[in-house]
RNA sequence: GGGCGGUUACCCAAGUGGCCAAAGGGGACUGACUGUAAAUCAGUUGUCAGAAGACUUCGAAGGUUCGAAUCCUCCACCGCCCA
């Protein structure tokens, strides 16, 4: 691969918010490339990562792919687990501040974050670093240090800080040192690049560079990933706003999340998660914009790619059969949990002993709506006892077998 | 530390003594249509009850009243301004 693909490769589905910046930044990745080729040394990369829950989903892996691509492309690639950020909590992308996770649950989360990581990233070729290790060992007097290379100006002027400032919401004195200690990773273990998601713009653009200037290194290049929107296809995917794809949920689950993304999102999946090159990625929608391929096709080839990453190709195409089979051809999954039927239980009790309704008065609603099906005939009644053993049916994709 | 304002259901938010299980929006869910997409249309969205209705709920606890989300007292938390 020469140069010029590289750098569209690396480009590939990152997103500055500003076009001077975008332009500055692929021009000193050109020269990055260019000057490590020539020096033969492989350029040092590296993604944090704050361990604050266990699971990982499709939106990890965005940055997770891009230091992939760095790998393929024969660079040092370094997988930090942000053991002592997680303590502080990133307040960019939130509108509140994270909750303070202790140290033992840090240490936890991030052992499964390497492992679930190795989904994405080569093991034999990744470095896996804590930036406790450094620090860890920064004094009071080194942190003011660090503090000086900053003004509040620079941080109220940051998106979600001036947003939560507009709407009297509190931005804690702790949140701003997140940015701080961030830049000092950078610096600590000198990096050439920075890959992270815009929401990291701040954290990589001006803590990072900042810090490696002051400390006279020459400041890093930063990949600013887009942000791969949830299963809606609008928010940004996140746990809490529950629509995320995670990455450990079964091949058929993946897939069929992945269906369920609305039409416009698709390129976005497309160029941020999937292993496809920028041309091929064109080809398709290329065809989808021409009319020779229907958007269904292309998006199942998008769920089936990705479903591949996670668990192989012969998985994903069981995934993509049995997906066909349930949605397109209407049959009902070969799986799905069972229920004894016990004497005199009604189809209440057992909608709301197998969990599939809240409550009766939830449940109440579906019976009224026709959302309840045995065996395919509309159940009119709660009420009533349990009509005989079958596949009861609630809404689309609670399915139940009834003994 | 002082002054002022706030806390309503999953979220935002209206409501300032009875007509309040609580407007409106978003979200979620169901049905129709479809490509398990989007858009659109119709409906549901505190619990129990077949229905009438009953019960619990407007930050917490007490109180006033025939009756409180609404008034009073105290507590907790948040914001703004001044230090």
């Avoid at 997680?86 to 499964?112: F, H, M, W, Y």
């Avoid at 009071?140 to 001036?162: C, S, W, Y």
């Avoid at 600590?188 to 803590?207: K, R, S, W, Y």
Wanted: aromatic fraction near 6%; glycine fraction near 8%.
């Amino acid at each position: 691969m020469n140069i010029d693909e590289q750098v569209e490769l690396l480009m590939q589905g990152t997103e500055y918010g500003d076009e001077d910046l975008k332009k500055a930044m692929t021009a000193e990745l050109r020269e990055r490339l260019i000057q490590a080729q020539k020096e033969g040394r492989p350029l040092r990369v590296y993604c944090g990562y704050d361990p604050t829950s266990t699971d990982l989903h499709l939106g990890h892996t965005i940055t997770m792919r891009k230091l992939r691509q760095f790998q393929d492309l024969g660079h040092e690639v370094t997988f930090l687990i942000g053991s002592y950020t997680a303590l502080v909590g990133d307040p960019s992308d939130k509108n509140k501040a994270r909750p303070i996770l202790t140290q033992e649950q840090v240490a936890a989360n991030g052992k499964t974050y390497a492992d679930q990581a190795f989904r994405v990233l080569d093991p034999a070729k990744t470095k896996i670093r804590e930036n406790g290790e450094w620090l860890s060992k920064l004094t009071l007097v080194d942190l003011i240090r660090l503090g000086q290379n900053f003004t509040v100006q620079q941080f109220l002027a940051r998106e979600n800080f001036a947003n939560r400032l507009e709407k009297g919401e509190p931005i804690f004195l702790h949140e701003t040192f997140y940015a701080l200690m961030q830049g000092y990773d950078a610096a600590a273990m000198e990096t050439d690049i920075q890959v992270g998601g815009t929401d990291q713009l701040f954290n990589i653009i001006v803590a990072g560079r900042k810090l490696q200037e002051a400390l006279g290194q020459k400041p890093l290049v930063g990949v600013i990933c887009g942000i791969l929107p949830g299963t809606d296809g609008i928010q940004r995917m996140s746990k809490s706003m529950g629509n995320i794809v995670p990455i450990t949920s079964t091949a058929d689950d993946m897939y069929g999340k992945v269906m369920s993304v609305p039409d416009a999102a698709m390129s976005k999946y497309y160029r941020l998660v999937t292993r496809l090159s920028p041309h091929e990625i064109d080809e398709v929608e290329r065809a989808v914009a021409a009319g020779t391929m229907h958007p269904r096709d292309a998006k199942m080839k998008l769920a089936r790619e990705i479903t591949s990453i996670f668990y192989g190709d012969a998985a994903a195409e069981a995934a993509q059969e049995n997906f066909i089979k349930m949605f397109q051809q209407k049959e009902v999954p070969d799986e799905m949990p069972e229920y004894s039927l016990k004497a005199g239980e009604t189809v209440f009790d057992v909608i709301l002993a197998a969990g599939m309704a809240e409550s009766k008065s939830k449940a109440r609603g579906l019976i009224d709506q026709k959302g309840v099906r045995l065996d395919g005939e509309t159940l009119e009644r709660g009420d009533i006892p349990f009509p005989h053993p079958g596949v009861l049916q609630v809404g689309k994709r609670r399915f139940l077998r009834v003994k």
